[in-house]
């Protein structure tokens, strides 16, 4: 059983950062990708950031040049910092694992 314990989020204000983590119970190379994802009230799923299995990093096109996610393989931590942040950046922030997910941060950005 894998799991993704998450830190991080909470309230903050327009123009503001903060950073969620995402620690695994066993170490993240074995993870075919890792990542986040986001969902905002009455909206889809979608893929914020993520190491792709072939060794690259994804970003929404909402999110390039504000986010970046990171990784420590001694920590089996992946990491999303957050800059720049909107109000439409609110939603519940979920870490994935290939197919393991975790409890979901909510990250509010109030304007």
């Known amino acids: 059983q894998v799991q993704l314990v998450q830190s991080g989020g909470g309230l903050v204000q327009a123009g503001g950062s903060l950073r969620l983590s995402c620690a695994a119970s066993r170490s993240i190379f074995s993870f075919s990708a890792m990542g986040w994802y986001r969902q905002a009230p009455g909206k889809q799923r979608e893929l914020v950031a993520a190491?792709?299995?072939?060794?690259?990093?994804n970003y929404a096109d909402s999110v390039k040049g504000r986010f970046t996610i990171s990784r420590d393989n001694a920590k089996n931590t992946v990491y999303l910092q957050m800059n720049s942040l909107k109000p439409e950046d609110t939603a519940v922030y979920y870490c994935?694992?290939?197919?393991?997910w975790g409890q979901g941060t909510q990250v509010t950005v109030s304007s």
């Open positions: 190491f792709t299995s072939g060794g690259s990093i």
């Open positions: 994935v694992a290939s197919v393991y």
